[in-house]
T-cell receptor, first 113, second 114 residues
């Protein structure tokens, strides 16, 4: 089955700096890669996703890149703000019908004011 | 407002007792899921259901049971057979006709066994 590894497990950055979280996956058939943000005591919220037919996607201060050859994808947050502090999860899934979503173990991001 | 609701937010249980966690959605999604989250770990799939009156075991189904009698509802029962039930439980849903498995999560229920 699919295996998703996520690094780092914790990340501290100064406000205004960039943050990068990296994930690798094992199943070359995976073609959908969502990223979730989970604030303390709440459920994860989808913040951005990327599908295997594109290499990069941006949404304001957030971007995701995908390297299908190397089987890794990354989340980039620029100009970080204190409200970006949360746990971020990457995930991988396969298009079509029901396919299990496999989650990474999460990265706790702390933005220091 | 469309969304997924879970109740209660906090739940305390004595050892040996069964307890049921509620999950309701008004998104008209066909598929629903239950995940367990432990500190420092990712989300682990307990059960999922793609359609009413049908459900499948996930990776860690032992000690849990579910039902899917209505499209909107997918309750999870944590039985006394679950050896370590203290955890944060998350319910999610997704549209079955989506080409990609986009899942939307509820706010979670924190279960503590006393």
């Amino acid at each position: 089955g699919e295996n998703v590894e996520q690094h780092p497990s914790t990340l501290s950055v100064q406000e205004g700096d960039s943050a990068v979280i990296k994930c690798t996956y094992s199943d070359s058939a995976s073609n959908y890669f969502p990223w979730y943000k989970q604030e303390l005591g709440k459920g994860p919220q989808l913040i951005i996703d990327i599908r295997s037919n594109v290499g990069e996607k941006k949404d304001q201060r957030i971007a995701v890149t995908l390297n299908k050859t190397a089987k890794h994808f990354s989340l980039h947050i620029t100009e970080t703000q204190p409200e970006d502090s949360a746990v971020y999860f990457c995930a991988a899934s396969i298009k079509g019908g029901y396919q299990k979503v496999t989650f990474g173990t999460g990265t706790k991001l702390q933005v220091i004011p | 407002d469309g969304g997924i609701t879970q109740s209660p937010k906090y739940l305390f249980r004595k050892e040996g007792q069964n307890v049921t966690l509620s999950c309701e959605q008004n998104l008209n999604h066909d598929a629903m899921y239950w995940y367990r989250q432990d500190p420092g770990q990712g989300l682990r799939l307990i059960y999922y259901s793609q359609i009413v009156n049908d459900f499948q075991k996930g990776d860690i189904a032992e000690g849990y049971s579910v039902s899917r009698e209505k499209k909107e509802s997918f309750p999870l029962t944590v039985t006394s057979a679950q050896k370590n039930p203290t955890a944060f439980y998350l319910c999610a849903s997704s549209p079955r006709d989506s080409s990609y498995n986009e899942q939307f999560f509820g706010p979670g229920t924190r279960l503590t066994v006393l």
